[in-house]
């Protein structure tokens, strides 16, 4: 799973091959139903009741481990089998882990309901010298017919509100002569489109050998898309192959045009570096210059808008030939990241109605995520497991806004029977308030690659930023 609001639609999923959706209500004869991914790997709780067995980390590592297992364990009952799984690093039966609350619904652990069980499960990293590329390609896929080559995992940089880098650091990249070319060899003989994956691939260190390698007249007819890219990683030679190969534009996340937000968040980028690197894709004929942009974020104020809509128009105005789209969205807290204690910010929604109404009559495509649904993703990034009976109700045509505020509130003021006898912490206290980073968290009894206490440094830095 890698995104959040997925949770009701696997719900559907599991209803629609008739598996009972709560975990405890399979018997022997169901399938173990488990899960990966992101989303599970950062905080499984919400959606924890829903799975038997969730692997924390990279599937290479993890899974011919969890294969080998189920397949010894055949022949244990189902509760046998699921201990037996829980010896294996980076396997969380969650089922084998109760919550404790204090009487006013505080969590304040979730510990192993038996003592063969680890107390905590480690995330699992994959070290070897390849990462995955497509093995179905398809017209029927979101992407059509693209095959896609992972070319970085992870990103160097820590952004503190980036779960593509604190969940998954260290950075890795896959090597040129053992990894990248054989994969892109074995798709481009299946297809002429191609597509290089990864939060910043550019920063492979060998990305301009790869591209000068796919610069052969064999590979002419090869259209090539690359994901987003690091402004200060942009070169006009890499404009002009990107261009060459049918690519339009290129897409750079900004963040935010202030200088002071960008130390915030740690985002290494200067103004000059986003100029030159819209005159290399002008210069190298790309077309257009996607950026993104986030508000709502730590300490942001208005001025910091108005920075956002001013270094768009200066970019624009110097670089008029191309066509200019702003995604915005708003900042929402990611557990294992040094944000994961800052609440979603209410004032988001009015600040991208600002950003609208200062960029779009400029001639500026503005895209901008729905704010009703980065509270829904807040909801799910935060939440422990008193959540679920909520993402039962919404499962199907409930799934709604409207339809999770109404499941919420309905749980809220109900004790619900099916989990635990403790109430549902307020909204508010979910989703907009910045908790303690003395809280225990949903989440506390699963490490990622970066422990608290240096979580709790990178959270104090920026904070020192605000405050110098
Ligand atoms: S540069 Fe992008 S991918 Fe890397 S940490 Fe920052 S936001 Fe995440």
Redesign the pocket.
């Known amino acids: 799973m890698s995104w959040e609001l997925d949770g009701p639609v696997l719900l559907d999923l599991l209803e629609k091959q008739r598996i009972p959706i709560w975990s405890d209500r399979r018997g022997d004869h169901d399938p173990i139903v488990f899960g990966g991914g992101p989303v599970l790997t950062s905080n499984p709780e919400p959606l924890a009741p829903f799975f038997d067995v969730i692997l924390l980390g990279d599937g290479e590592k993890l899974i011919p481990n969890f294969i080998e297992e189920i397949l010894i364990s055949r022949q244990l009952s189902r509760a046998d089998r699921l201990i037996a799984l829980t010896k294996i690093p980076g396997i969380y039966v969650p089922s084998l882990y109760e919550p404790q609350y204090s009487n006013d619904g505080k969590l304040i652990a979730v510990r192993p309901t038996n003592s063969n069980v680890p107390t905590s499960v480690a995330k699992q990293t994959w070290l070897g010298n390849t990462l995955s590329h497509s093995t179905v390609i398809t017209p029927d896929s979101a992407w059509p017919n693209i095959h896609m080559v992972e070319v970085v995992r ?6 503190r ?6 969940l998954t650091l260290p950075f890795r990249s896959s090597s040129l002569e053992d990894g990248l070319i054989p994969a892109v060899e074995k798709g481009l003989s299946a297809t002429k489109r191609l597509g290089l994956l990864g ?2 691939v550019t ?1 492979h260190p060998q990305f301009n050998d790869l591209l000068h390698w796919l610069d052969q007249d064999r590979f002419d007819d090869i259209r090539l898309s690359v994901s ?1 890219v ?1 402004a200060s990683t942009v070169s006009s030679d890499m404009t002009k192959i990107l261009a060459q190969h049918g690519c339009k534009s290129l897409t750079i ?1 900004i ?1 935010s045009g202030s200088e002071r937000m960008r130390r915030v ?5 200067s103004e000059e570096e986003i100029f030159t690197a819209a005159q290399y894709a002008r210069e190298g004929g790309l077309t257009a210059l996607k950026l993104y942009g986030m508000v709502g974020l730590p300490s942001e104020d208005e001025v910091d808008i108005e920075a956002t809509a001013e270094l768009l128009l200066h970019l624009k105005e110097k670089n008029s030939r191309l066509r200019f789209n702003f995604g915005i969205s708003t900042f929402v807290p990611k557990a294992h990241t040094p944000f994961q204690w800052n609440g979603l910010r209410p004032e988001a929604k009015k600040r991208i109605q600002l950003l609208s109404k200062l960029l779009r009559p400029k001639g500026i495509n503005l895209r901008a995520e729905s704010f009703g649904w980065s509270v829904i993703q807040t909801l799910l990034s935060r939440s422990d497991r008193r959540l679920a009976p909520v993402i039962a109700q919404v499962r199907g045509s409930h799934n709604t806004l409207g339809g999770w505020k109404q499941a919420y509130k309905a749980a809220f003021t109900q004790n619900d029977r099916l989990i635990s006898e403790t109430r549902l912490p307020p909204w508010e206290e979910i989703i907009h308030e910045n908790w303690s980073t003395t809280r225990v968290l949903p989440w506390t009894h699963l490490e990622g690659p970066v422990k608290p206490e240096k979580l709790i440094q990178h959270h104090q830095e920026a904070f020192e930023e605000i405050f110098p």
């Open positions: 992870s990103c160097p940089e820590l952004c509100f980036c779960l593509a880098s604190y939060a910043s920063q987003s690091r996340a963040e968040v740690n985002k290494k980028l």
